[in-house]
C-alpha cells in the first residue's frame, strides 16, 4: 500500500518485536556514536561560523528526530561537512535569523518532496556533481581551518578560498608553535587509533589528551571557553523567528541548497547502511523525518542536518539494531551537556581544527575524485567544473551548473545512441523482432516503406526523426516504423511521432507500428496517439508486413 512508504522503521521494528536484548545492544551502539558525535558536532558549529553549542543542539533534537521518523533503521542524523560552507555563508549574509529561517523553510521543502515522493529521483545526481562538490567543500573546510591549525592571529578571516590564503600568508609571522603542537598531537592520535586500534574514538581520545595537556602545562592557546564563553548544559525553548516575506524571498536559495544537500546525503547514508546491513531503506519516508528534523532544529536554535554516513557506519558496526540506537546517541548528548559542558571550556580550537582536517580529507574522497578522472572526458568536465566552482564561486552555483551540465551531456548521449534507419540497413542488425529474415526488405511491395528506430525517442532526438524521414523522396502507400529496439519515449517524443502520423494521414498513407514496448505504448495510449484511425499497432514486422500487403491489395502468399 502507498501509506506504507512513509511509515517510520521504527514503527515497523516494534511490529516486528523488540525485546532487552536488542535495547541492550542498541544502548551500546548509542553509546559509541554519541562518543563520536560529541567532539564532531562542536567542531562543525565552529566551523560553520556559529558556536560549538548549535552544533551540540542540532545533533541532540535532529539526531532523535531523523531515527525516530526515519525510513532507515540505523541512520544517525546531525551536523554534517557538507553544510558547513552554506552555514558559514548564511550567517555572514543574513545572520544567524536568517540561517534559522532557511533551515525551517529546507525543513518544508524536504517534506514536501517526501509527500510527491521524490526520494526514488533525487538520488540519481550524476556522480561527478556530487564528487565534485563534496571534493570542493573539502578544500574549503581545510582552507577554514588553517587559522586555528598554526594559531594565527587573524581579527577577521575572508570567505574567499583565495583570499583566505593570501591573508594567512601575510600573518605568517603569528604562527604559534604551541597551536601547532596540540593539532599536530591530536593528527598523531587520531591516525594512530585509526590504524592501530579503529574501534576507538579517536576524537574523542585526541580530545582529552590535548586538553589535559594544554591545561597542565599552560599552554597558551585559544580554548572553547576563551573564544566562546561556556556552553549551555540544557536546550533552550523552541522559538519561531523573525520572519518577513523579504527575508524569506532572499533566504530561498540558500534553503534550495540545505534541501538539496540534506536530501542527496541523507539518501546516500540509508543506501550505505543498505549495503552494510542487507536491509532496505525507504527514501520518501527518510526525506519527510530529514524534513520534521531540520525545521525543529531551526526553531531550537540548531543548523541544518543530515544522516551522517560515518556516523552511520559506526552505529552499524557497534551492533545496532533499531532506530532506537540513534534516538539513544542523541539522549547520551543531551546527558553529556548536562553533565560535561563546563569541561567543554578547555578544549583547544587546534585540536577541532585538527578534527576537522580529517573530516575534509575523508570528505574529499581522493580516490575516488581520480578515478572519476579516468572517466570520458564529459563526465571529467562535470567534475571539474563542479569542483572548480565551488571552491571558487558558490557552492549554489556549483550544483546549479554540474547538474545542467550533466543534463546537457546525457542529452547528447542518448542522442549518438539513438537513431533511425531505413529497412536498407537491416542487414547489419542482429537482434531482429522474433527471429525475423533480415533479407525480408527486398521483398518489400511497391509502395510499402520501411524505418527502424533504436534508443529513446526524447526531446533530444526527435529532431533525427524529422530530419531522417524528410528526406524520403516518394510518398509510400503505407509507413512502417519497426519501434521494438525503442525502450521509452517522453511526450516530446510522442508529438514528434503524432506529427508524422498526421503528416502521412493528410496523404492516405497508413502508418504501422510495430514491436512496441511496455512504456512507449502505455504513454501513446495515455496521450490518445493510437486512436487515430490511420495508426496499427502490430507485434512484430512480419505481421507488419502481412498487414502492409492487405493494405495495398497484395496479401501475401
Same mark, same amino acid.
Given at each position: 500500500?502507498?501509506?506504507?512508504?512513509?511509515?517510520?522503521?521504527?514503527?515497523?521494528?516494534?511490529? /516486528?518485536?523488540?525485546?532487552?536484548?536488542?535495547?541492550?545492544?542498541?544502548?551500546?551502539?548509542?553509546?559509541?556514536?554519541?562518543?563520536?558525535?560529541?567532539?564532531?558536532?562542536?567542531? #562543525?558549529?565552529?566551523?560553520?561560523?556559529?558556536?560549538?553549542?548549535?552544533?551540540?543542539?542540532?545533533? $541532540?533534537?535532529?539526531?532523535?528526530?531523523? &531515527?525516530?521518523?526515519?525510513?532507515?533503521?540505523?541512520? !544517525?542524523?546531525?551536523?554534517?561537512?557538507?553544510?558547513?560552507?552554506?552555514?558559514?555563508?548564511?550567517?555572514?549574509?543574513?545572520?544567524?535569523?536568517?540561517?534559522? !529561517?532557511?533551515?525551517?523553510?529546507?525543513?518544508?521543502?524536504?517534506?514536501?518532496?517526501?509527500?510527491?515522493?521524490?526520494?526514488?529521483?533525487?538520488?540519481?545526481?550524476?556522480?561527478?556533481?556530487?564528487?565534485?562538490?563534496?571534493?570542493?567543500?573539502?578544500?574549503?573546510?581545510?582552507?577554514?581551518?588553517?587559522?586555528?591549525?598554526?594559531?594565527?592571529?587573524?581579527?577577521?578571516?575572508?570567505?574567499?578560498? @583565495?583570499?583566505?590564503?593570501?591573508?594567512?600568508?601575510?600573518?605568517?609571522?603569528? $604562527?604559534?608553535?604551541?597551536?601547532? *603542537?596540540?593539532?599536530?598531537?591530536?593528527?598523531?592520535?587520531? #591516525?594512530?587509533?585509526?590504524?592501530?586500534?579503529?574501534?576507538?574514538?579517536?576524537?574523542?581520545?585526541?580530545?582529552?589528551?590535548?586538553?589535559?595537556?594544554?591545561?597542565?602545562?599552560?599552554?597558551?592557546?585559544?580554548? !572553547?571557553?576563551?573564544?566562546?564563553?561556556?556552553?549551555?548544559?540544557? #536546550?533552550?525553548?523552541?522559538?519561531?523567528?523573525?520572519?518577513?516575506?523579504?527575508?524569506?524571498?532572499?533566504?530561498?536559495? &540558500? @534553503?534550495?541548497?540545505?534541501?538539496?544537500?540534506?536530501?542527496?546525503?541523507?539518501?546516500?547514508?540509508? %543506501?550505505?547502511?543498505?549495503?552494510?546491513?542487507?536491509?532496505?531503506?525507504?527514501?520518501?519516508?527518510? #526525506?519527510?523525518?530529514?524534513?520534521?528534523?531540520?525545521?525543529?532544529?531551526?526553531?531550537?536554535?540548531?543548523?541544518?542536518?543530515?544522516?551522517?554516513?560515518?556516523?552511520?557506519?559506526?552505529?552499524?558496526?557497534?551492533?545496532?539494531?533499531?532506530?532506537?540506537?540513534?534516538?539513544?546517541?542523541?539522549?547520551?548528548?543531551?546527558?553529556?551537556? $548536562?553533565?560535561? @559542558?563546563?569541561?567543554?571550556?578547555?578544549?583547544?580550537?587546534?585540536?577541532?581544527?585538527?578534527?576537522?582536517?580529517?573530516? =575534509?580529507?575523508?570528505?574529499? /574522497?581522493?580516490?575516488?575524485?581520480?578515478?572519476?578522472?579516468?572517466?570520458?572526458?564529459?563526465?571529467?568536465?562535470?567534475?571539474?567544473?563542479?569542483?572548480?566552482?565551488?571552491?571558487? !564561486?558558490?557552492?549554489?552555483?556549483?550544483? /546549479?551548473?554540474?547538474?545542467?551540465?550533466?543534463?546537457?551531456?546525457?542529452?547528447?548521449?542518448?542522442?549518438?545512441?539513438?537513431?533511425?534507419?531505413?529497412?536498407?540497413?537491416?542487414?547489419?542488425?542482429?537482434?531482429?523482432?522474433?527471429?525475423?529474415?533480415? =533479407?525480408?526488405?527486398?521483398?518489400?511491395?511497391?509502395?510499402? /516503406?520501411?524505418?527502424? %528506430?533504436?534508443?529513446?525517442?526524447?526531446?533530444?532526438?526527435?529532431?533525427?526523426?524529422?530530419?531522417?524521414?524528410?528526406?524520403?523522396?516518394?510518398?509510400?502507400?503505407?509507413?512502417?516504423?519497426?519501434?521494438?529496439?525503442?525502450?521509452?519515449?517522453? &511526450?516530446?517524443?510522442? &508529438?514528434?511521432?503524432?506529427?508524422?502520423?498526421?503528416?502521412?494521414?493528410?496523404?492516405?498513407?497508413?502508418?504501422?507500428?510495430?514491436?512496441?514496448?511496455?512504456?512507449?505504448?502505455?504513454?501513446? *495510449?495515455?496521450?490518445?496517439?493510437?486512436?487515430? @484511425?490511420?495508426?496499427?499497432? $502490430?507485434?512484430?514486422?512480419?505481421?507488419?508486413?502481412?498487414?502492409?500487403?492487405?493494405?495495398?491489395?497484395?496479401?501475401?502468399?
Amino acid at each position: 500500500m502507498a501509506w506504507r512508504q512513509f511509515t517510520p522503521k521504527l514503527v515497523t521494528v516494534l511490529q /516486528e518485536g523488540y525485546g532487552w536484548a536488542d535495547l541492550r545492544r542498541d544502548a551500546v551502539s548509542g553509546l559509541t556514536v554519541a562518543i563520536v558525535a560529541l567532539p564532531l558536532a562542536m567542531a #562543525l558549529g565552529i566551523a560553520s561560523g556559529t558556536t560549538p553549542d548549535k552544533g551540540l543542539i542540532t545533533a $541532540v533534537v535532529a539526531g532523535f528526530l531523523i &531515527s525516530a521518523l526515519g525510513g532507515s533503521r540505523v541512520q !544517525i542524523g546531525g551536523p554534517t561537512g557538507a553544510f558547513v560552507v552554506v552555514v558559514f555563508n548564511v550567517i555572514r549574509d543574513h545572520g544567524y535569523d536568517g540561517l534559522v !529561517i532557511a533551515t525551517i523553510m529546507a525543513g518544508a521543502i524536504l517534506i514536501i518532496a517526501g509527500l510527491m515522493r521524490f526520494g526514488t529521483w533525487i538520488k540519481y545526481i550524476p556522480e561527478p556533481v556530487v564528487t565534485g562538490f563534496t571534493a570542493g567543500i573539502a578544500v574549503i573546510i581545510f582552507s577554514s581551518q588553517i587559522k586555528d591549525l598554526l594559531g594565527l592571529q587573524l581579527p577577521e578571516v575572508p570567505a574567499a578560498v @583565495a583570499e583566505k590564503w593570501g591573508a594567512f600568508w601575510a600573518v605568517r609571522d603569528t $604562527v604559534s608553535f604551541s597551536a601547532v *603542537a596540540i593539532a599536530a598531537l591530536a593528527l598523531a592520535i587520531i #591516525l594512530a587509533l585509526r590504524r592501530w586500534a579503529p574501534r576507538l574514538p579517536g576524537f574523542l581520545f585526541a580530545v582529552i589528551a590535548t586538553s589535559c595537556l594544554a591545561l597542565i602545562f599552560g599552554l597558551p592557546v585559544d580554548t !572553547i571557553g576563551s573564544q566562546f564563553g561556556s556552553i549551555p548544559n540544557s #536546550l533552550p525553548a523552541p522559538s519561531w523567528p523573525d520572519v518577513s516575506w523579504t527575508r524569506v524571498q532572499s533566504l530561498v536559495p &540558500s @534553503a534550495l541548497t540545505i534541501a538539496f544537500l540534506a536530501g542527496v546525503e541523507s539518501l546516500l547514508s540509508a %543506501m550505505v547502511a543498505d549495503g552494510m546491513t542487507g536491509r532496505r531503506h525507504r527514501s520518501n519516508a527518510e #526525506l519527510v523525518a530529514q524534513g520534521v528534523a531540520n525545521m525543529a532544529s531551526g526553531l531550537f536554535g540548531g543548523m541544518p542536518a543530515t544522516g551522517a554516513i560515518a556516523r552511520t557506519a559506526t552505529n552499524i558496526r557497534a551492533g545496532a539494531r533499531s532506530p532506537i540506537s540513534g534516538m539513544l546517541h542523541a539522549v547520551f548528548l543531551l546527558l553529556f551537556m $548536562v553533565l560535561l @559542558a563546563p569541561l567543554a571550556a578547555y578544549i583547544p580550537l587546534a585540536c577541532l581544527a585538527a578534527v576537522l582536517v580529517v573530516v =575534509a580529507w575523508n570528505m574529499s /574522497e581522493a580516490p575516488r575524485f581520480l578515478h572519476l578522472m579516468s572517466a570520458p572526458p564529459g563526465d571529467r568536465a562535470v567534475l571539474i567544473v563542479t569542483f572548480a566552482l565551488t571552491v571558487l !564561486i558558490d557552492l549554489t552555483v556549483a550544483i /546549479e551548473v554540474g547538474v545542467v551540465l550533466a543534463a546537457f551531456l546525457f542529452m547528447h548521449r542518448m542522442a549518438e545512441v539513438a537513431s533511425v534507419q531505413t529497412g536498407g540497413a537491416l542487414v547489419l542488425e542482429s537482434d531482429d523482432e522474433n527471429g525475423e529474415d533480415p =533479407a525480408q526488405r527486398a521483398d518489400l511491395p511497391a509502395g510499402v /516503406e520501411v524505418f527502424r %528506430m533504436r534508443g529513446p525517442l526524447f526531446f533530444g532526438v526527435t529532431h533525427r526523426l524529422t530530419e531522417v524521414l524528410g528526406r524520403t523522396n516518394t510518398t509510400p502507400k503505407v509507413f512502417i516504423l519497426r519501434m521494438s529496439l525503442v525502450p521509452m519515449m517522453d &511526450s516530446s517524443g510522442v &508529438s514528434a511521432l503524432q506529427d508524422l502520423i498526421h503528416k502521412y494521414s493528410r496523404a492516405g498513407v497508413a502508418v504501422i507500428l510495430s514491436g512496441l514496448q511496455p512504456q512507449p505504448r502505455d504513454i501513446l *495510449a495515455k496521450m490518445r496517439v493510437t486512436d487515430h @484511425a490511420g495508426v496499427i499497432l $502490430v507485434p512484430n514486422f512480419a505481421a507488419a508486413l502481412d498487414q502492409a500487403q492487405v493494405l495495398i491489395g497484395q496479401p501475401r502468399q
